[in-house]
């Protein structure tokens, strides 16, 4: 017999990082990610090597008035989560959306590594 986390073990860091990216908390926002995480833009290139690295790149997204995250599916397999997400953003242009599909893997409670597609921003129409 294992002891392997249960589902909700490994789906609350993912949910809980969420929650607090939408509120623009960064202090909640980071009690989620390990201090030797790695985020990536899909597939290998490395954007942040550690959770002080991965809050420095959000305090300056947290400042985007429009910033949202809206989560389209979910899905588990083991200790990865896959989300399918709709986010807003701020872009030079104006207020616009953009496709990302992002993929965490949990250790210990925590976000261990993540990797993120992104697709291409689409403004709002004025």
Request: aromatic residues 8%; proline residues 5%; negative net charge.
């Amino acid at each position: 017999m294992t002891n392997e986390p249960n589902e909700a073990d490994i789906l609350r860091p993912v949910q809980e990082q969420l929650d607090a990216y939408n509120a623009k908390d960064i202090d909640r926002f980071m009690q989620w990610w390990a201090d030797d995480c790695q985020y990536h833009l899909f597939p290998s290139e490395l954007l942040a090597n550690s959770a002080a690295q991965i809050r420095e790149r959000h305090i300056l997204r947290f400042k985007e008035p429009d910033l949202h995250a809206r989560l389209v599916h979910r899905m588990r397999v083991g200790n990865l989560v896959v989300d399918q997400e709709l986010v807003t953003r701020n872009f030079p242009e104006g207020v616009g959306e953009i496709d990302v599909i992002a993929i965490y893997e949990v250790q210990a409670g925590k976000i261990a590594k993540a990797w993120l597609k992104i697709g291409t921003p689409r403004m709002a129409s004025s």
